[in-house]
């Protein structure tokens, strides 16, 4: 079946610009998790989903950064006012969301956001 | 709080040598552990995982033994090919918890 996917691939935005990434999980999966891969920092949790709801957002950097999952299904991770420090790999993964602890999360192919 | 600590790279071998990548972890809670892969131009995937204490995760020639006396999950693979040239993630996930925390990675480097 159909993996995670991510878009776009490639995102290149100026300064102070807002920017929004999507993702869509695998069908089932109500648990959704954005991460953020950079040179500097290596991987980071950013928000997880299960549903629609965030019990954990507890990785947001700052609070220009937001998500939301509308459907138990796709997200949106929005940056408003975009810095240069925002330059990353955003990496959205999905799983079945039944077992703390122990469940599989499977990865997009991530977004490659580059602030100007 | 949690973290992972992985040997630093990059790794550098000859085809059909032995590998190991060190894992270490701090935990609060009792976490599982994971090995995830990033091949060359590829997305994150799990190579393998384990979720109680002396459990052996395995996955295409490469094992990790759970071991909690000494708080480690270190990667091992007989003989490497230059195929399994990528970097390395550990990671746990802790009690409670569905994030993954994540060590630093380790690329790899098989040489033919």
């Known amino acids: 079946g159909a993996g995670v996917s991510q878009s776009p691939s490639n995102k290149v935005t100026e300064k102070g610009k807002d920017v929004e990434l999507r993702c869509d999980p695998i069908?089932?999966?109500?648990?959704l998790y954005w991460y953020r891969q950079s040179l500097g920092q290596g991987l980071e949790f950013l928000i997880y989903f299960q549903g629609n709801s965030a019990p954990d957002k507890s990785g947001l950097p700052s609070d220009r950064f937001s998500a939301e999952r509308t459907g138990g299904s796709v997200s949106t991770l929005t940056i408003q006012r975009t810095q240069q420090e925002d330059s990353a790999v955003y990496l959205c993964?999905?799983?079945?969301?039944?077992?703390?602890?122990?469940?599989?999360?499977?990865f997009g192919p991530g977004t490659r956001l580059t602030v100007l | 709080g949690d973290s992972v600590t992985q040997m630093e790279g990059p790794v550098t071998l000859s085809e059909e040598a032995f590998l190991t990548i060190n894992c270490t972890y701090t935990a609060t809670g009792y976490p599982s552990l994971f090995w995830y892969v990033q091949y060359p131009g590829e997305g994150l995937q799990l190579l393998l995982k384990a979720t109680k204490a002396d459990d052996k995760g395995s996955n295409k020639g490469f094992e990790a033994t759970y071991r909690k006396e000494t708080t480690s999950f270190h990667l091992e693979k007989g003989s490497v090919q230059v195929s399994d040239s990528a970097v390395y993630f550990c990671?746990?996930?802790?009690?409670?918890?569905?994030?993954?925390?994540w060590g630093a990675g380790t690329k790899l480097i098989i040489k033919p």
């Open positions: 069908s089932g999966h109500t648990a």
């Open positions: 993964a999905s799983s079945l969301g039944t077992t703390p602890r122990a469940d599989t999360q499977y």
């Open positions: 990671a746990l996930s802790d009690t409670g918890n569905y994030q993954l925390i």
